[in-house]
Nanobody, 123 residues
Framework: QVQLVESGGGLVQAGGSLRLSCAASGRTFSTYSMAWFRQAPGKERELVAAISSSGRSTYYTSSVKGRFTISRDNAKNTVWLQMNSLKPEDTAVYYC????????????????WGQGTQVTVSS
């Protein structure tokens, strides 16, 4: 069982930055690929960014490329999402997810999910 706890969400003005953190329990964090999803009101959950277990491979959805950065520290069992140049359309609940595979998936097939953290970007 893996527990994921997100933090770092909040209210920020357009153009601002936030850094989300996801702390994972368990000794096998370094074997899991990780991802950040988001879900806005009335919309489906979408993959924002993903990272392989080693951290060498990453993925970003097109709308956040150049603005968001996913990273991880396997010694700290933590994954981050640095969000810069935030836009009102980035407003959503952001979820951390883990997958018991070295390489990430771009689908919704992750094994464990956090409870989510709200990000609100005002115009």
């Amino acid at each position: 069982q893996v527990q994921l706890v997100e933090s770092g969400g909040g209210l920020v003005q357009a153009g601002g930055s936030l850094r989300l953190s996801c702390a994972a329990s368990g000794r096998t964090f370094s074997t899991y690929s990780m991802a950040w999803f988001r879900q806005a009101p009335g919309k489906e959950r979408e993959l924002v960014a993903a990272i392989s277990s080693s951290g060498r491979s990453t993925y970003y959805t097109s709308s956040v490329k150049g603005r968001f950065t996913i990273s991880r520290d396997n010694a700290k069992n933590t994954v981050w999402l640095q969000m810069n140049s935030l836009k009102p359309e980035d407003t959503a609940v952001y979820y951390c997810a883990s997958r018991n595979r070295a390489f990430f998936s771009t689908q919704n097939d992750y094994d464990y999910w956090g409870q989510g953290t709200q990000v609100t970007v005002s115009s």
